[in-house]
């Protein structure tokens, strides 16, 4: 899955970069996205975001490409790589695997349901 952002003022910290929240929240909300298209009518919650290192200044104005590949299925949880991409640049400017746990209505985890072929 891939999705799209543009940095506007709002988003800079207070040295003219992207404030990295930002970027936290863009690329958890882009995997979650995923993953619920993925396994629609599941209830799922983040529960790890591995490495957080962020490998480039990101200045207002840019168009930010958000991918979200799905690389590891479990009994309740799945994962997915989230990479960042500034411009057309074909190297990540951020990167990081994101783990969803499905729950229950009781909150509970529960197994996940097969996922639709070609998901």
């Not at 990295?20 to 929240?25: D, I, S």
Request: glycine share 10%.
């Amino acid at each position: 899955m891939q999705s799209f952002k543009l940095v506007l003022p709002e988003h800079l910290n207070h040295y003219g970069y992207l404030f990295g929240g930002y970027l936290l929240q863009w690329v958890d909300e882009t995997a979650y996205i995923a993953v619920s298209l993925d396994y629609p009518g599941s209830n799922f919650v983040t529960v790890a975001m591995d490495r957080v290192e962020f490998r480039k200044s990101i200045r207002q104005g840019a168009i930010l490409r958000l991918e979200a590949l799905r690389r590891r299925v479990g009994t309740t949880s799945v994962g997915y790589l989230v990479e960042v991409f500034v411009g057309p640049s074909a190297e990540p400017v951020f990167s990081t695997q994101i783990t969803f746990v499905n729950l229950g209505a009781d909150g509970a985890k529960c197994p996940l349901p097969a996922a639709p072929s070609g998901a």
